[in-house]
């Protein structure tokens, strides 16, 4: 069968589970998990494509992850991605619950033409990778070898906007501790050591140093412990940031004059400072490396359907979060291309979350679906291409 016969075959096997997909979608929306504690999703989907005759490894190196294989001979590994995890209080306003309807389509749609196929086309390896609002859950994976054996990995994303290349922030958290001394605010208050001042004074320089900022650094921070009452001078405060910039070296300065500022406040005010950095996956999310070849793939593919792509250096101008996709992306050729859902709010709002239980932003999961099912059969019908789409892997990594 030829590439595009292939082709044909993942779009009808999508389409005929139509409804289970947007089932999929659906279940997750009403029952959002936050990171760690996606059970019910890992469940879900797990069941469905062990269902689909994927050999199916539950709890794959963290609890709530999995990795499920279909395989027809020793061809290329195919990666697909699914997220599941949401935000608090405001449920799945990013959309992981369409991230993993595409990814399980994508998947089907993948196995169903190397079925069809007569040659040994390879291998298709869906992971769940559970934790992505904070947690890493990919950086874990990768440290314990996950993507390995892994040649293309993809995932999508959903927007309010179309982009096969992914402008990816570096971003690193960091959760800073002061310590002082308790006194009475009203009788001895010279027997404290305030440090809810040296907090407040930290946040002052932050804001300060923002003039000097690049424009395409970002940084966000909260006070998550101001002390206990106004009368006991507060003897712990801690305040918890997210950095981000667009390059390793970018975040590596950014994070040296972050940690001057919460150093001079603590000196100021006679506390003693403790900062911690990423302290939950111990390492940053990385920038994106998109893989140029996949991404005009990716674009052409879904171009097919419908969809309508800025040109490259437009997209590269959009606005930029940051995702532990990031990681993947340095050991692994990869792309997350974006698209939109028909939001009239940005990600991580209400009306974000609404949309992405709404029938359009299902009818667009669909053609992302298909697209990155496209996608991987080109590559894995041509092995010349997956030569290239390596040596692009490579340069960028070493540059």
């Not at 992850?65 to 020793?74: I, L, M, P």
Request: proline share 4%; with cysteine; aromatic share 8%.
């Amino acid at each position: 069968m030829s590439v595009e016969e292939l082709k044909k075959v993942a779009i009808q096997a999508i389409d005929e589970r139509d409804g289970q997909l947007f089932d999929i979608n659906q279940q997750l929306h009403k029952n959002p998990e936050l990171l760690f504690e996606e059970h019910k999703a890992h469940d879900l989907l797990t069941n469905y494509l062990e269902k689909e005759g994927f050999q199916v490894d539950r709890g794959h190196v963290i609890p709530t992850a999995f990795r499920a294989t279909f395989a027809r001979g020793k061809g290329p590994k195919m990666c697909i991605i699914c997220e599941y995890d949401a935000l608090p209080e405001i449920g799945h306003a990013c959309g992981h619950n369409l991230i993993a309807e595409a990814g399980i389509g994508a998947a089907v749609g993948i196995k169903a033409a190397i079925e069809s196929s007569q040659n040994d086309l390879g291998q298709v390896v869906v992971y769940g990778t559970p934790a992505e609002e904070g947690g890493g859950g990919k950086i874990t994976m990768i440290k314990e070898g996950c993507f390995d054996d892994i040649d293309v990995a993809m995932m999508v994303h959903p927007c309010t906007y179309e982009a096969g290349f992914a402008n990816v922030l570096a971003h690193m958290s960091l959760t800073i501790t002061y310590e002082g001394q308790n006194a009475h605010a009203s009788a001895y208050p010279w027997e404290g050591i305030n440090a809810l001042d040296a907090a407040v004074q930290a946040y002052v320089n932050i804001s300060t140093m923002r003039q000097q900022f690049k424009p395409s650094w970002r940084i966000h921070g909260i006070i998550a412990d101001g002390g206990v009452k106004p009368n006991i001078i507060p003897s712990k405060t801690v305040l918890e940031y997210g950095i981000r910039a667009p390059t390793d070296a970018e975040i590596q300065e950014l994070r040296r004059k972050c940690e001057h500022c919460f150093q001079s406040a603590a000196e100021a005010t006679g506390c003693s400072v403790q900062i911690v950095f990423n302290d939950i996956c111990g390492d940053y999310y990385a920038p994106l490396l998109n893989n140029l070849q996949l991404v005009e793939m990716y674009e052409r593919n879904a171009e097919s359907f419908g969809m309508k792509f800025p040109t490259l250096s437009d997209q590269k101008t959009l606005p930029a979060a940051s995702t532990d996709m990031g990681n993947i992306s340095r050991v692994v050729a990869s792309i997350q291309p974006y698209y939109t859902i028909g939001s009239s709010g940005v990600n991580h709002t209400i009306e974000f979350a609404e949309a992405s239980a709404s029938e359009f932003g299902h009818r667009q999961t669909i053609i992302a679906a298909k697209s990155m099912a496209m996608t991987c059969l080109e590559v894995m019908t041509n092995p010349e291409l997956l030569v290239n789409i390596k040596s692009e892997f490579h340069s960028n990594s070493k540059s």
